[in-house]
């Protein structure tokens, strides 16, 4: 039994609160798909983080540069943000495979002394451009707080991504219960299930996110669901538009 985990609004704003989300998937080897806002990668621990994310296995998507409707955009803004989110996420996923490349060549990359990060990153997304273009069957959109109009369909279409929402969703933003949450989304997963939280703060009880894997995962897990990310297990290859 397959279901896809989506968090969205990743990485958190507070980075500690993120480390904590990733050791706990890395306690039950969970790989997850993150919905990333762009805005929220400010500091270096938020970079390190996000590299860290990606050699651990999981596929970051789009889901704009802010957290606030996209529907009173014009086209040509919506599009640009979305191009904007679109080079971060496409950065910080390359890590992960420029990681398996530094592995197979003896870690030659690691050996490189002297460079900021940031030419790092860059160095990464060209040693993989080849091996890694640009795939529109990879490229997959939330759009923020799930409100979608007609421009922004038609700048998705053109620009082959995929919109994705959810089948099991608890509300975990508006209401303050770790058991409930746990409970819910064990009962509303079926195979094929997308199952969507989002990333804990410590400003607002988003922070229960943490407790509610702790609860789920071992549940899900003892019960026989396998987790996937949209990538593996919703290829956008799959459909046609």
């Not at 968090?7 to 480390?19: L, T």
């Not at 606030?68 to 599009?79: A, L």
Request: hydrophobic share 35%; with cysteine; glycine share 4%.
């Amino acid at each position: 039994m397959i279901v896809a985990l989506t968090i969205d609004d990743a990485p958190s704003i507070n980075a500690g609160c993120f480390r904590k989300l990733l050791d706990i998937l890395r306690k039950y080897h969970v790989k997850v798909t993150f919905f990333i806002i762009s805005g929220h990668i400010t500091t270096e621990e938020h970079r390190d983080l996000m590299i860290q994310a990606a050699n651990d296995g999981h596929f970051f998507a789009n889901h704009m540069t802010m957290d606030t409707p996209s529907i009173w955009f014009s086209r040509d803004e919506f599009k640009g943000k979305l191009k904007e989110c679109q080079k971060v996420v496409d950065t910080y996923q390359l890590s992960n495979a420029t990681q398996n490349l530094d592995d197979e060549c003896g870690g030659l990359l690691r050996k490189r002394r002297g460079k900021r990060r940031e030419d790092n990153i860059n160095d990464m997304k060209k040693s993989t451009r080849k091996k890694e273009k640009d795939d529109p069957r990879c490229k997959f959109f939330r759009p923020p707080s799930a409100m979608q109009n007609f421009t922004m369909a038609s700048v998705l279409k053109e620009l082959k991504y995929v919109s994705v929402l959810a089948d099991a969703y608890s509300g975990d933003p508006a209401i303050d219960d770790a058991s409930f949450h746990a409970s819910y989304l064990y009962d509303m997963a079926r195979p094929g299930s997308i199952l969507l939280m989002h990333s804990p703060e410590t400003s607002n009880h988003r922070i229960q996110t943490i407790k509610v894997l702790e609860l789920l995962l071992p549940r899900m897990l003892k019960a026989g669901f396998q987790f996937a990310t949209l990538k593996s297990f919703h290829p956008a290859s799959s459909i046609t538009s």
